[in-house]
């Protein structure tokens, strides 16, 4: 552990300027000051690194006796401490606010995610400037700090070329940032930034690229930089991995490791890791195995497509978890090649909320489907089992598993009333710092005490004003009292939980919780109003898993900690309680920006790339005219003049063979294409596409026209559209389509680009009669599945 600084002006940051004591003269020759001493934080202080994964329930993990093997998790198990009492939000954007600030998410703003923020104080989804993340405390402390992978701390209307970036992962206090800012992307071929400027990824899926991969390629090189520039100076790194969120992407070799061993189904595998929990000590051996949940039903009912499907879907995501902590290995290896490993204080964190029921029931080959309210039978997805994990799917597994993975609990991501949707495995290491080596800390804590304990580590005080700006207190507790004491006494001993009327309050081994809302129920839902909701109450001190409920038997005790959760909510900004859908869906009434709000034509020029899809108007359910004025070059041109959307969902209006043409790709199930005949002339060309939307229903289909220099070329039907959703991550792109592309017409990424020269293009709408039309729980399903 650092020494106790010499803090003077280390609470207050930036360190305010202290004058040079020293000898002035006219002449330098006899003049004398000190040298320049450059920004350092205490001696002792640690490097730092954290790992998050995303998605990743406690049962999951082989460290805990789950079935997913990451050894590399172990390692740092062996090297310090396992933590097995240790929180989230249960969902990913407050779990990271809160791990960030060391504040509760609805202190800093972020009570849900900034896709449905509100202007509610608890729900903006803006980090107050009073609420300084770690990495800023550090950056001002004289730390280099990186990360790299998944942000998704934004406020999705700052998202765009025109910021302000102060919300950025940059603006956070990170000095270099590679990875993508947003709930998921396609891991073979995601959107990235590098700082806040879009890149492209170095190849494709097929020349080997994937961004698990890429982001520990740049993270070890900045480490490598770093101490090779300033090897006095301590890194603080955040590693924050896309993975295990849907997609669950990974190279075949790791599926096929994986071909048979969830054979046996969920139900036999939850008996199976809670065997190996207490066998390894990760839970009490009185430990209970709680019910499977609503609409889950057991294995052996189910039939053999089900157990065919569902199982290879299982396959994919632990294959999927083991990718991923093999590129934990490598950074765990390249900080003991550099001699840093043991100053290194290394929090490995399996999930930043329980494991995610989000795939639904029958899990999905393209989650694009679910989330537009689009089935398909199980039986069209055997053709295509060879595809999972690949770059042709986009899969998701089924509520069984997620459940399974978050053995012994009951619920899951999104749930955060109970432990199946807020309890993680985590792991931390610092053999400079931790004398213990392999042993289970059962010490209660949440992800709000990962920033006091690095301070605390790294002998800072906490800063009470930051950038001038004075600092709501930091609400976590440190764990460095833990480290070496197996016995001590839980200094975290009260804590509320809440998300989307999902809540709970723990309160020295007692926790009183109430389950709202269902994640994988969608359609007309109608939710109870929240006095009517059902608590239940448990003594943690004798029930690990939360499986008996003492309600019934203790009304005093469960008052009383009712009560407690108004007191702990009134002081957190958690209220007003929002079980709202569709008015949150809606920015003017929800009360946050809209960047296409009341416009009905948007005009575009090349290199216009990345723009979300919430950020551009929205062509689904209605007539429509895109009007392109391009410059055809003698010889004729190629390639994509826009395109939205990606593989798996999306439109593309395009030059192939020296003629133009649209395609409209439903989910890769279907492709409709107008034109690609008539040849354009050289020189400059109105191209005009016109939708006319037969209307009735959302997702209904229409006439598609192509005009050329006002001359129509080609017509064709459209028979049927995406309803709601192109896609979670793919965006809008102006002279190429980026990621994947919308149809197999052209290559993929940056060889699709436009040959010729775009001048503008413009999108018109015309009147939307049937968006309305898309069920409310649809809506919130299909946002928080992107979380």
């Given amino acids: ?142 730390y280099c700090t990186g990360a790299v992978g998944k942000m998704h701390q934004t406020p999705v209307w700052e998202v765009s070329m025109s910021g302000p970036f102060d919300r950025w992962p940059t603006g956070d206090g990170f000095e270099m940032f590679f990875g993508f800012v947003g709930g998921e992307t396609n891991q073979w071929a995601p959107g990235l930034f590098q700082g806040t400027s879009s890149v492209e990824p170095w190849g494709t899926a097929e020349e080997g690229y994937h961004i698990s991969e890429d982001i520990v390629d740049k993270a070890i090189a900045w480490i490598r930089g770093t101490h090779v520039m300033t090897p006095d100076k301590p890194f603080f790194l955040y590693c924050s991995f896309g993975a295990t969120h849907a997609p669950h992407h990974v190279p075949k070799e790791y599926i096929e490791k994986y071909k048979g061993k969830f054979d046996k189904g969920w139900d036999a595998t939850r008996d199976e890791i809670l065997a190996n929990m207490k066998a390894k000590g990760a839970v009490p051996q009185e430990t209970d195995l709680t019910a499977r949940p609503e609409g889950v039903l057991p294995w052996d009912e189910l039939n053999e497509t089900q157990r065919t499907v569902y199982t290879r879907l299982m396959e994919c995501y632990a294959a999927f978890a083991e990718h991923t902590d093999v590129q934990v290995k490598r950074l765990i290896e390249t900080l003991k ?109 949440h992800v709000i005490d990962v920033v006091p304990t690095i301070l605390e580590a790294a002998g800072l005080p906490q800063p009470y004003m930051v950038n001038g700006i004075a600092q709501k207190p930091i609400e976590g507790v440190s764990m460095v009292y833990s480290f070496d004491d197996p016995d001590a006494k839980d200094s975290h001993v009260t804590q509320y939980f809440e998300m989307f009327g999902n809540r709970g309050i723990y309160h020295e081994g007692w926790s009183a919780v109430t389950k709202h809302r269902t994640p994988w129920i969608t359609g007309q839902v109608q939710l109870p109003p929240f006095h009517e909701d059902e608590w239940e109450l448990y003594d943690n001190t004798k029930d690990w898993s939360q499986a008996h409920d003492l309600s019934k038997e203790m009304p005093d005790k469960l008052r009383e900690l009712q009560e407690l959760f108004i007191i702990e909510a009134s002081k957190y900004n958690v209220f007003p309680l929002d079980d709202r859908a569709g008015e949150r869906f809606n920015p003017a009434i929800a009360g946050r920006p809209d960047l296409p709000r009341g416009r009905t034509s948007m005009t575009f020029f090349q290199g216009m790339t990345h723009l979300m899809e919430n950020t551009v108007l929205n062509v689904k359910n209605r007539s429509h005219t895109i009007t392109a004025e391009v410059e055809i070059p003698e010889g004729g041109a190629t390639g994509v003049i826009i395109a939205q959307g990606g593989r798996f969902a999306g439109w593309a209006l395009y030059v192939k063979d020296g003629a133009v043409k649209y395609c409209h790709n439903f989910f890769d199930l279907e492709y409709f294409y107008v034109g690609g005949e008539e040849k354009l002339p050289t020189g400059k060309v109105n191209i005009r596409y016109h939708f006319d939307f037969d209307g009735g229903k959302p ?46 017409d052209y290559p993929e990424g940056v060889r699709n680009k436009f040959s010729g020269k775009i001048k503008s293009v413009r999108i018109d709408l015309e009147e939307d009669d049937v968006s309305h039309m898309e069920p409310d729980e649809l809506k919130y399903h299909r946002i928080l599945a992107k979380q």
């Fill in 337 to 445: 090649d550099l001699g840093v490993y043991d100053d290194t204080l290394f929090i490995y964190i399996a999930g930043d909320n329980g494991a995610s029921a989000e795939g639904g029931l029958d899990g999905t080959f393209n989650e694009m489907l679910p989330l537009n309210a689009i089935t398909v039978a199980l039986e069209d997805v055997i053709p295509r089992l060879d595809d999972l994990g690949g770059p042709r799917s986009f899969n998701h597994y089924p509520v069984g598993w997620a459940h399974a993975m978050n053995t012994p609990y009951q619920w899951t991501k999104q749930v955060a009333s109970h432990w199946g949707g807020t309890r993680t495995s985590t792991a931390v290491s610092w053999p400079n710092g931790i004398k213990a080596r392999g042993e289970i800390r059962q010490q209660f804590h």
């Fill in 699 to 744: 997702g209904a289909g229409g006439m598609g026209t192509l005009h050329v220099n006002e001359k129509v070329v080609a017509q064709g039907r459209i028979g049927r559209t995406v309803p709601f959703f192109f896609s979670a991550d793919e965006a809008l792109d102006v002279g190429g389509d980026l990621a994947t592309p919308v149809t197999d």
């Fill in 1 to 142: 552990m650092a020494q106790k600084p010499e803090i003077i002006g280390r609470e207050i940051l930036p360190i305010p300027d202290i004058p040079s004591k020293g000898k002035m003269a006219m002449d330098a020759r006899k003049a004398k000051f000190p040298a320049i001493e450059p920004l350092r934080p205490p001696e002792g202080a640690p490097n730092v690194v954290i790992v998050l994964i995303d998605d990743m329930g406690f049962g999951a993990p082989s460290v805990v006796g789950g079935p997913c093997d990451m050894p590399a998790m172990q390692q740092i198990a062996d090297d310090g401490l396992l933590y097995n009492r240790f929180h989230t939000t249960a969902l990913c954007s407050p779990s990271r606010q809160a791990l960030m600030t060391g504040r509760n998410h609805h202190s800093a703003g972020m009570g849900c995610v900034a896709e449905i923020a509100t202007g509610a104080p608890g729900n903006d989804s803006v980090r107050p400037n009073s609420v300084a993340t770690i990495a800023e405390m550090l950056r001002l402390n004289g």
